[in-house]
């Protein structure tokens, strides 16, 4: 695995990225909020987007598959598969221009580990923008059939004795995640933390691209995972093991994927960006029906989309979870929204939570200043531009940008205005 640097943007280093914080101050200067209408219409037809195997992909699909993008005069939109969530971030670092993408459905951290060199080459910072949130909750964490006898489900504590027996016996535990400092990176940690396992002492954390998560688990390489549907859905159906909580049980209404541009595609092309998000909300919309839950399955499952069985994204898309150890639970509110509950909306405050996460566990310095990071990389001021010009309901535009403190399932809250003091709390983590 690729070793990153974990030397954070603090206070102090923050000199070092002021080619990036002058690209971002640049754009806000030339398109503030009310400027970014102005002019007739896109100044480009086509964008290049980037999207992993993923459930939470759907609304960049969905608007490809049904013409949404062409409706705002982007009828030239590619929609290009990434092998790994590695090769999104190389193809942002090339850029459209230079044969990569201009934008993606990325894990919500990417773009500030990209936009602060942390998980660059040569650590050169690439400015990024999230200009919207693509949905919230329905990712797994997944556990191998030979601890079924545990019982574990939310509690990973019941996952301990039996992690010590396996190394005394030789044998390395090996949790997969999809990223280093993504949300699935996130997850899976705190979830072990909470359970009292140390994530950096006491099992080895490996990268897997999602696709490749099921087929890993069959053959062994891996005791547990943390990904998005439909992998852990298929996991089940495929009887090689079990879901023991999905995420939403972790944090419910958890912030998940975005969608990520490079700041500069952003700052050419303003007109291009609003139609880009306009289309993004409307497929956001279609997705959120359980009257589309069928044919969303049905499109996703498409050989050049997902190549998979329509059951296997279904399911889960309506709240239906077959954990697959003994529990099968119809219609829960664990289903993934698209646009519920505020979900397409970029708040700050959830950026910051991802921020303060990695430098629990050392990809950013302790020091780091985490809402002048979070101002330079949010642009929900071009979200709630954009939510306007589509004529979006009042009701279903924030009033803030900070949706309040948040409390996980193991009782620890999250409080935008003080992350110092969720750090506090925290027993077992990686900054000191």
């Known amino acids: 695995m690729t070793k990153f640097s974990t030397t954070g943007i603090s206070r102090r280093s923050m000199l070092k990225t002021t080619a990036t914080v002058a690209l971002v101050g ?12 102005a002019g007739p219409g896109p100044e480009v037809k086509g964008v290049k987007l980037g999207y ?3 459930t939470d992909a759907a609304p960049l699909i969905v608007a490809k598959e049904m013409g949404i993008f062409d409706k705002y005069g982007l009828t030239e939109v590619e929609v290009a598969k990434q092998a790994s969530w590695g090769a999104t971030r190389d193809n942002l670092v090339l850029g459209g221009a230079s044969n990569g993408i201009d934008g993606a459905h990325i894990l919500s951290p990417l773009p500030y580990l990209m936009h602060t060199g942390k ?3 040569n ?6 923008a999230i200009l ?5 909750d329905s990712q797994g964490l997944s556990v191998a059939k030979e601890y079924a006898t545990t019982g574990v489900q939310l509690d990973a504590s019941k996952l301990k004795e039996a992690f010590e027996k396996k190394k005394a016996a030789g044998s390395e535990i090996k949790a997969a995640m999809t990223f280093p400092g993504g949300t699935h990176d996130l997850w899976i940690r705190y979830w072990l933390a909470a359970g009292g396992i140390d994530p950096n002492k006491d099992v080895s954390t490996i990268v897997v691209p999602p696709p490749q998560m099921v087929a890993n688990m069959k053959v062994g390489n891996m005791d547990v995972f943390c990904v998005g549907e439909p992998w852990n859905e298929q996991l089940v159906n495929q009887g090689i093991g079990f879901t023991a909580a999905t995420t939403g049980e972790l944090w419910k209404g958890h912030p998940e994927k975005a969608l990520g541009l490079r700041a500069d595609w952003v700052e050419k092309n303003p007109n291009a960006a609003k139609a880009l998000l306009m289309a993004v909300m409307e497929a956001q919309q279609w997705c959120e029906s359980m ?6 399955a049905d499109i996703l499952g498409k050989r050049q989309w ?3 069985p329509p059951k296997d994204v279904l399911g889960r898309l309506k709240g239906d979870i077959n954990y697959g150890n003994g529990r099968d639970v119809k219609g829960t509110d664990l289903f993934m929204k698209f646009w519920k509950d505020h979900a397409s909306y970029p708040f700050k405050s959830h950026d910051s939570w991802f921020v303060t996460e990695n430098i629990r566990w050392g990809m950013f310095a302790p020091d780091t200043d985490i809402k002048a990071l979070v101002d330079q990389v949010n642009r929900e001021d071009l979200w709630r531009e954009a939510a306007r010009e589509l004529g979006i309901a009042a009701s279903d535009i924030p009033t803030s940008s900070s949706r309040g403190t948040e ?3 193991d009782g620890k809250v999250f409080d935008p205005e003080n992350p110092s003091a969720y750090l506090d709390s925290l027993s077992i983590k990686a900054v000191s």
């Open 26 to 37: 640049a754009i806000k200067t030339a398109f503030p909020s009310g400027a970014f209408a």
């Open 52 to 54: 992993i195997a993923l």
């Open 119 to 121: 998980v660059t080459q």
């Open 123 to 128: 650590s050169k910072p690439v400015a990024m």
């Open 132 to 136: 919207a949130r693509l949905n919230l």
């Open 291 to 296: 009257d589309n839950k069928a044919e969303m």
């Open 306 to 308: 997902f190549n998979v």
């Open 407 to 409: 409390t996980f399932f």
